[in-house]
């Protein structure tokens, strides 16, 4: 596993990885690459980074935590709790906000990642959730709800104002009271339009459009609810193993969330969970997450082994390829028997 960390540097994937792996009370950690692109000094595996799209998982949950408490049930209509914000609203269900078989247009596609994002001011600008859904409401939905799979980040937006107002309060309050505290998940945060990233950080230099920028400070407000969060490998390791182990949603709730949905895209999805099938038959259970700078995978097994891998990619295209198969034989490495790893 440490050759393919190395492998991903070496190959000029990434500029830095860290890894953790725990099983019960055994765990194993390592890091490639250095803590400055310029730096001898080695990254440390202790490292905060920005986990992108994993946030889903964290907001997910606290969902089910509602339906558990009879706040809403999954196949309410979203126009029930939120009334007047979704063009059709009351045709598409929480379930399928959660699982993204909404149909509801991605904003993604329309927010700027150029070159421009990553120049003086802009990469501080604060965008507000209501930003992010008028541009994606500009822009006809997929597809009726229910009648196909499309990610779209415009979801979790949604299930972030979901448990505004359910809860009363931000929805990144709501995920530290119920998940971060209770799991004392102490070096995770939830930074609303605050552009830094606690120490100690690798720092993410990546290129964009040809020109290389340093995504390590930025305002996070524009992925908002969807993929704003920073953790580090332990945490991330320690929220799966209390989420999958029925710690923070009862059994009926957690049976829901892993009730999945074909992607068409080599995987499955649940209710803000993804699972991968590895090449030796193991199932991996969890959410990756992608934001400028920050590759992540939080997985684990249903027997309980869990891994997180961060790394910094590069920006470069012309090694996808071999990119991807360095990742699949880590994950092979991690979870498969040895007679069956690649």
Wanted: net charge negative.
């Amino acid at each position: 596993m440490q050759a393919g960390l190395d492998r991903l540097v070496e190959t000029r994937a990434a500029s830095a990885a860290l890894l953790r792996i725990e099983e019960g009370e055994h765990e194993w950690s390592a890091s490639a690459g250095p803590q400055e692109p310029s730096s001898t000094v080695p990254a440390s595996a202790s490292s905060r980074f920005r986990i992108g799209s994993v946030t889903k998982t964290f907001v997910a949950t606290v969902v089910l935590q509602l339906v558990d408490e009879g706040r809403l049930a999954l196949d309410d209509p979203i126009a029930r709790h939120l009334p007047g914000l979704v063009p059709g609203g009351d045709g598409i269900t929480v379930r399928q906000v959660l699982d993204h078989t909404s149909g509801i247009y991605d904003y993604a596609h329309e927010r700027d990642r150029s070159t421009n994002r990553w120049r003086g001011e802009a990469r501080f600008r604060t965008y507000q959730p209501q930003e992010l859904l008028d541009a994606a409401f500009a822009t006809p939905p997929y597809f009726p709800p229910g009648q196909g799979w499309h990610y779209s980040n415009t979801n979790y937006v949604l299930a972030g104002l979901l448990v505004e107002r359910l809860t009363g309060r931000p929805y990144g309050t709501a995920i530290a009271d119920r998940i971060l505290r209770p799991l004392r998940l102490s070096h995770t945060t939830v930074p609303g339009s605050d552009p830094h990233l606690p120490e100690p950080h690798v720092r993410a230099v990546t290129a964009v459009d040809g020109i290389e920028v340093d995504a390590t400070g930025m305002n996070p407000s524009l992925d908002w609810a969807a993929g704003e969060m920073i953790s580090t490998t332990s945490d991330l390791n320690r929220f799966l193993a209390a989420l999958l182990g029925g710690e923070l949603i009862g059994p009926a709730a957690l049976a829901a969330m892993r009730d999945t949905v074909e992607t068409g895209q080599g995987f499955r999805y649940g209710l803000g969970l993804q699972e991968f099938a590895l090449p030796c038959g193991v199932t991996l259970v969890g959410h990756s997450g992608e934001l400028l700078g920050y590759t992540t995978y939080a997985m684990s097994t249903d027997s309980g082994r869990r891994l997180t891998l961060s790394y910094n990619p590069s920006g470069r295209t012309d090694g996808a390829e071999s990119t991807a198969e360095t990742l699949v034989g880590l994950f092979s490495s991690a979870f498969c028997p040895p007679s069956q790893t690649r």
